[in-house]
């Protein structure tokens, strides 16, 4: 079945770490994005790429550093300078065109200790 | 810059009742619209999505939405809930980067017995 996959579903860190969320996606999508979940405040995008290394920050990339090396990858990295990293993290990814929704992996949870 | 509205941040409904959840954009050009639908620690899944034509869309579970351009408005309703379509709902309008999406902060439905 097409999807996305998204691992580890729980990701515990100390603080002063740097950590790497998965997301692979066999849709053979282009688009792919990071948004990051809070309570009570929707999706606000981190980071998102059109094509194969290349990646734009969104409204929220301080602290958070993104690779494109293949199209099915877009992992992400929540640095030591990000502030307040415990959240639940989604990637989604889209086709072609601006019509295609986008499709959303199961998600992380991310626990700064 | 594009927004969506959720005025709503929690709605309790008895099973079997009827259902509307608001959601106002602010969008310059014809917008495109969505709304997903997200179960406790999970993923979202697409409910409906409307970019054309017809102002009344119908999605999965029972869902559909009306388009009103002089309201700027995108409202779900569903005529008689069940207890599973207790989760939160998120109504999203095309326009963040790579053609992204803005997302409302959502709306907790909870169903009464």
């Known amino acids: 079945d097409g999807g996305i996959t998204q691992s580890p579903k729980y990701l515990f860190r100390k603080e002063g770490q740097n950590v790497t969320l998965s997301c692979e996606q066999n849709l053979n999508h282009d688009a792919m994005y990071w948004y990051r979940q809070d309570p009570g405040q929707g999706l606000r995008l981190i980071y998102y790429s059109q094509i194969v290394n290349d990646f734009q920050k969104g409204d929220i990339a301080e602290g958070y550093s993104v690779s494109r090396e293949k199209k099915e990858s877009f992992p992400l990295t929540v640095t030591s300078a990000q502030k307040n990293p415990t959240a639940f993290y989604l990637c989604?990814?889209?086709?072609?065109?601006?019509?295609?929704?986008?499709?959303f992996g199961p998600g992380t949870r991310l626990t700064v200790l | 810059a594009q927004s969506v509205t959720q005025p709503d941040i929690h709605i309790t409904v008895s099973e079997g009742a009827s259902l509307e959840l608001r959601c106002n954009y602010s969008y310059g050009a014809t917008p495109y619209l969505f709304w997903y639908v997200q179960s406790p620690g999970q993923g979202l899944q697409l409910l409906l999505k409307?970019?054309?034509?017809?102002?009344l869309v119908q999605g999965i579970k029972g869902f559909e939405a009306e388009f009103k351009r002089s309201q700027s408005s995108f409202n779900l309703r569903k005529p008689s809930v069940h207890w599973s379509d207790a989760a939160e709902y998120f109504c999203?309008?095309?326009?963040?980067?790579?053609?992204?999406?803005?997302f409302g902060k959502g709306t907790h439905l909870i169903i009464q017995p």
């Open positions: 999203a309008v095309v326009g963040g980067g790579a053609d992204g999406l803005t």
């Open positions: 409307y970019f054309s034509g017809d102002t």
């Open positions: 989604a990814s889209r086709g072609a065109s601006s019509y295609n929704e986008q499709f």
